[in-house]
T-cell receptor
């Protein structure tokens, strides 16, 4: 089924560990986004990409890096995880008809 | 920069009550507006969207929203809520040339059976 797939769905990290979250879309969308959702804060944009090979910072980029080597994939990296990065992470892509969201990754940093 | 305000943090209603959730955006011009719903433990689902045309927009599950340009508002309504409408509701607007959605902080709706 067409859509946005995020892996993993859950992860627990220790402070200082690194990890990569994968977002994959099969709709040939140019635009892709990474958001984090925290209670009472809504969704805030971390990084985004307007096409293969391009990335840009959003509202809360510190502590994260991204890459878009292939059009269908948008990777979000945490080089040295901190407890403040405990959150639910959503990926989204945008095509002409609207936005499609992934099912989220719940990350806990202890 | 564009921003979105949702007036209510938590709304508690009894079944069959009418619902109106407020949403205001910060500046005018052409705006593209959305309401999303997030059921507990799930991802965002689109309820409805407004791009242009009729300012009264009908969405899924009996929801509707009215775009009032003069008030910079896009309030969500439902005439009679059900227990299954218990969820968090997010208003969003497309902000900037990068096309990203800017979200309000959300309104949690609890419907008592």
């Amino acid at each position: 089924n067409a859509g946005v797939t995020q892996t993993p769905k859950f992860r627990v990290l220790k402070t200082g560990q690194s990890m990569t979250l994968l977002c994959a879309q099969d709709m040939n969308h140019e635009y892709m986004y990474w958001y984090r959702q925290d209670p009472g804060m809504g969704l805030r944009l971390i990084h985004y990409s307007v096409g293969e090979g391009t990335t840009a910072k959003g509202e809360v980029p510190d502590g994260y890096n991204v890459s878009r080597l292939k059009k269908q994939n948008f990777l979000l990296g945490l080089e040295s995880a901190a407890p403040s990065q405990t959150s639910v992470y959503f990926c989204a892509s945008y095509g002409g008809v609207g936005y499609t969201f992934g099912s989220g990754t719940r990350l806990t940093v202890v | 920069a564009q921003s979105v305000s949702q007036h209510n943090h938590h709304v508690i209603l009894s079944e069959a009550a009418s619902l109106e959730l407020g949403c205001n955006y910060s500046y005018g011009g052409t705006v593209n507006l959305f309401w999303y719903v997030q059921y507990p433990g799930q991802h965002l689902q689109l309820l409805l969207k407004y791009f242009s045309g009729d300012p009264l927009v009908k969405g899924i599950k009996g929801f509707e929203a009215e775009f009032i340009k003069s008030k910079f508002s896009f309030n969500l309504r439902k005439p009679s809520v059900q227990w299954s409408d218990t969820a968090e509701y997010f208003c969003a607007v497309i902000g900037g040339s990068q096309g990203n959605l800017i979200f309000g902080k959300g309104t949690k709706l609890s419907v008592k059976p």
